[in-house]
Structure formats: C-alpha cells, structure tokens
C-alpha cells in the first residue's frame, strides 16, 4: 500500500537581509559582566570591597546553615561562627 504524504501549507519566510544593514536580525546583547583583576586578566578592574555590614551578614548567614545543618543543638554556636567566618574570608579572597 503506498503511502500518501500530506503537506501543510508553508508561510511565507522573512526577506533575508545582507550583513551589516539595518534590517539584519541582530542576536541579543550578552549581559554586561565585570571582569575581575587576576592573572588571567591583569586589565580588569577589581570588585569593590564587603562593607562590614555586608561580610557580617555573610557570615552570621553561613553560621545560620551550619547550626542548621546540625539540628541546631546547643553549645556550638562559637564554633559555627568561626568556621563560617574562615569560610566567607576565604571566599571573598581576604587573609
């Protein structure tokens, strides 16, 4: 038995325009990124530095987790702290 094949009718495609003119399709801008200084890149600008509100804030949340982690049993919450603290600081590149 043969098949038979159907055909949906096709619309009719946009004009292609040439590189470089202004009808071309352009592809979205990629976001902007900022680039961090570093070996890599020795040009690029480096990140503002954490207020201390900020860094506190990362770290009182890290300490959040890690009582969390634990259940938040009692009698750790120093331990927490430093170890968060260590966490961020190593994180954000500070000594």
Do not use: H
Request: hydrophobic share 40%; with cysteine; glycine share 6%.
């Amino acid at each position: 038995m043969a098949s038979t094949l159907t055909r949906t009718p096709k619309t009719k495609a946009a004009p292609k325009a040439a590189w470089g003119s202004k009808t071309a399709a352009r592809a979205p801008a990629a976001p902007a990124v900022r680039a961090t200084a570093g070996k890599g890149n020795p040009e690029a600008q480096p990140d503002p530095a954490l207020s201390a509100q900020e860094r506190d804030r990362l770290i009182a949340q890290a300490a959040y987790f890690r009582a969390e982690k634990r259940g938040f049993v009692p009698g750790c919450e120093l331990q927490d702290w430093i170890e968060a603290e260590a966490e961020v600081l190593r994180l954000i590149g500070r000594p």
